[in-house]
Nanobody
Framework: QVQLVESGGGVVQTGGSLTLSCATS????????MMWFRQYPAKARELVAF????????YAADSVKGRFTGSRDNAKNTAYLQINNLRPEDTAVYYC?????????WGQGTQVTVSS
């Protein structure tokens, strides 16, 4: 079955960097776009990065553009989210998602906490 497992979160100081990973299995990874979301407590999840099938179709949300970069390694069936210049407002749970056949599959999330 489809599985997504995020990792790489943790506690980081303001201005620091993190790379989140989303290891996948159960589907043909290279054929599907991947997405990264984040969620604040009691808020809906918001899209922060879209990783297309090709590098040219990858983009970040306007709110994080210039600091967040999504990427993928098809050989490892893994998607990544590079976050630079972390801010306290980046503190959230980060999730990866893949849409397959009208269904959205999510990972369990990884917590990122930015200390000021």
């Amino acid at each position: 079955q489809v599985q997504l497992v995020e990792s790489g979160g943790g506690v980081v100081q303001t201005g620091g960097s993190l790379t989140l990973s989303c290891a996948t299995s159960g589907f043909t990874f290279r054929q599907y776009p991947m997405m990264w979301f984040r969620q604040y407590p009691a808020k809906a999840r918001e899209l922060v990065a879209f990783i297309g099938i090709t590098d040219s179709s990858t983009y970040a949300a306007d709110s994080v553009k210039g600091r967040f970069t999504g990427s993928r390694d098809n050989a490892k069936n893994t998607a990544y989210l590079q976050i630079n210049n972390l801010r306290p407002e980046d503190t959230a749970v980060y999730y990866c998602k893949v849409p397959i056949s009208r269904y959205d599959y999510w990972g369990q999330g990884t917590q990122v906490t930015v200390s000021s």
